[in-house]
């Protein structure tokens, strides 16, 4: 993106943002609203079920929202289209590493069809700038004990559907990059964590299950680890993709901070006053990956981005505001297509 747009903020821009009703694509939605409050904001989402429209409520009168899904190649053109969009993000996609495992297709036909699709309408109507959002989990994993993080040349050796799926995605990108010329870039993210956040994944299943007095289901491979990065930090390291980052690039963003499952279900339930009892052990889901860590060398020192939330002080945030904000997430609950306790029992 040319920095005259954002530099100075001289030139409004048109941004459209898909998978908006969701987690991250809605903080971003947020994030945007607040650092460019004259750009126009065009949001879309499917509102499969983790797509919330109340995520954007707070947003929503300074937003377009439309239904639509990115698989949907005339339709987002139209908008493309319509709207005159000069940059498109994209957040849309199946998340979920167990539902993938239990509904593979689907997961590649939104993440990689669907970004074929959405490459393709952004293609045919000359939008200026492209920018995909991709997982750490593309990579493969780490042994546990391994000195190694993985850098943007590290081979993709995805283990699960899911990370298959964003593989995927992530080389359709960037062959729609250098064939077609498009202005695309990427970034690949550490684990998010934050408010908002479908109770499906671990810190809001922790925590969500330990307000209602339910157990806490740690996979048997407890010490397993994540990189862990709030989602604030990481709509900070977009946007400067956006603003400074080189056409074409990859750019890994972590915080260099891991912790594994029972650290994080100990935090949990320490910072609610609740008992350790509440933890209870449950099989592995398949291909459960030891350790994922970024090496973000490359966003710190090219595009001066550094997380600025540390990981325990976000944690207790985020604990704190499901803690308040029991009517967005009670009716969430029973949405999810996975039960981590007795998905995996018998395999």
């Known amino acids: 993106m040319a920095s005259d747009r954002h530099g ?3 030139v409004p821009t048109t941004i459209l943002v898909t998978g908006a009703a969701g987690f991250i694509g809605s903080h971003f939605v947020r994030h945007w609203r607040t650092r ?18 109340e995520n954007l409520a707070d947003v929503e009168p300074g937003v377009v929202f439309r239904q639509a899904d990115i698989r949907d190649q005339d339709a987002i053109a139209d908008l493309l289209s319509e709207h005159r969009v000069d940059v498109v993000v994209n957040f ?3 998340s979920h590493n167990s539902y993938a495992v239990l509904r593979p297709v689907e997961f590649f036909e939104t993440n990689v069809a669907g970004t074929v699709a959405l490459l393709e309408a952004v293609r045919r109507t000359g939008v200026g700038r492209f920018h995909h959002i991709s997982t750490c989990e593309v990579y493969g994993d780490l042994a546990l004990d391994s000195p190694d993080s993985f850098t943007e040349e590290s081979p993709y050796r995805p283990r699960t559907p899911y990370n298959a799926s964003k593989a995927g995605a992530d080389h359709a990108v960037r062959a729609y990059g250098l064939t077609y010329d498009l202005p695309v870039t990427i970034t690949n993210c550490a684990n998010n964590f934050g408010s908002h956040q479908f109770p499906e994944k671990v810190i809001p299943l922790f925590t969500t299950n330990a307000l209602r007095g339910l157990p806490l289901p740690l996979y048997e491979s407890s ?42 279900a100990d935090l949990v339930l320490d910072h609610l006053g609740l008992s350790p ?4 052990t449950v099989p592995d889901r398949p291909s459960h990956d030891r350790r994922y860590l970024l090496d973000s060398a490359l966003v ?9 939330i540390a990981f325990e002080e976000g944690l207790r945030r ?6 308040d904000n029991r009517a967005w997430w009670e009716p969430l609950i029973g949405r999810s297509p996975v039960a981590e306790q007795t998905a995996w029992a018998g395999r």
């Open 92 to 94: 849309a996609a199946e």
């Open 8 to 10: 100075g903020g001289s």
């Open 223 to 264: 010490h397993n680890r994540r990189e862990w990065l709030h989602v604030s930090d990481h709509c900070a390291a977009i946007e400067a993709v956006l603003d400074r980052g080189r056409i074409g690039a990859t750019y890994n963003v972590g915080s260099g901070v891991e912790a594994d499952v029972e650290t994080i």
């Open 318 to 323: 985020t604990i704190d505001w499901y803690r």
């Open 277 to 280: 009892d509440l933890k209870v």
């Open 300 to 308: 710190r020192g090219e595009l001066g981005w550094r997380p600025s």
């Open 36 to 53: 460019h409050p004259a750009d126009r904001v065009v949001a879309v989402d499917a509102l499969t079920y983790a797509g919330n429209r």
